[in-house]
Structure formats: structure tokens, C-alpha cells
């Protein structure tokens, strides 16, 4: 499943920036909820660059599926100092189904990890 695709950023240890996939779009949060209605399964995978990149469509996004009792768990990759400090977004994330976040901690130099 995948409700965005790319990246802004350009970080060296990231395969999408090999590809030079650095814009970043985003699917329609209705389109995104039929896609997930639909899926045969009862767990899936966000394999979306991050699903922290944008944390209001991410949000509008968890807050219809819960809207719409979407009874299914998932997976996502997501950026640690957003997890780390947005409590309202981890737990819209978790009543919307979500069990794991996928994080890299690659460096902790800021200038090796985010390039515009």
C-alpha cells in the first residue's frame, strides 16, 4: 500500500535519492481508504518513504480511518524526531490500527541525513 510517494529530502544512506525521487506526492486520503477496504488481508505495509514527511495529511489520513472504523493493522517507516514528539500523531497512528514504526538511525549528524 501506498499513500505517498518520495521524498524532499536527500539523504546519502536513502535509495530514493539514487533514483532522484525527491518530489513528494500524495494520494487522495479517500482513494488511499478504498485501497485499504479492499485489501484481502488483516495486517499490511505503508511502503511510503515516510509516512512523517507531511504530518497533517498523515493525520487527515489516520483520522478517517478511524472514521470509518477501518479494522485492520499496519506498518509504516517514519521519522524518529516526529515520532518522538508528536503524541497527538502517534495516537490517531495507533487508534487507526497502526502496530510498528519502522526507523533508521543511519547517523546522527543533521547535515549527513537531510539535504535540500
Not at 95 to 102: F, L, Y
Not at 106 to 115: D, H
Request: glycine letters at 4%; proline letters at 2%; one cysteine or more.
Amino acid at each position: 500500500m501506498q499513500a505517498t510517494r518520495g521524498c524532499p529530502y536527500r539523504c546519502q544512506f536513502c535509495q530514493l535519492t539514487g533514483f532522484r525521487d525527491n518530489i513528494y506526492r500524495k494520494r487522495d486520503v479517500k482513494d488511499v481508504i478504498n485501497e485499504i477496504s479492499s485489501l484481502p488481508t488483516k495486517i499490511f505495509w505503508f511502503h511510503d518513504a515516510s509516512l512523517t514527511i507531511d504530518t497533517r495529511y498523515s493525520k487527515s489520513l489516520f483520522k478517517e480511518m478511524i472514521r470509518r472504523k477501518i479494522k485492520k493493522r499496519w506498518i509504516a517507516f517514519g521519522n524518529l524526531a516526529v515520532l518522538s514528539r508528536d503524541e497527538e500523531f502517534l495516537r490517531l497512528a495507533s487508534k487507526a490500527g497502526c502496530i510498528a514504526w519502522m526507523v533508521g538511525l543511519e547517523t546522527v549528524l543533521k547535515k549527513q541525513l537531510m539535504r535540500k
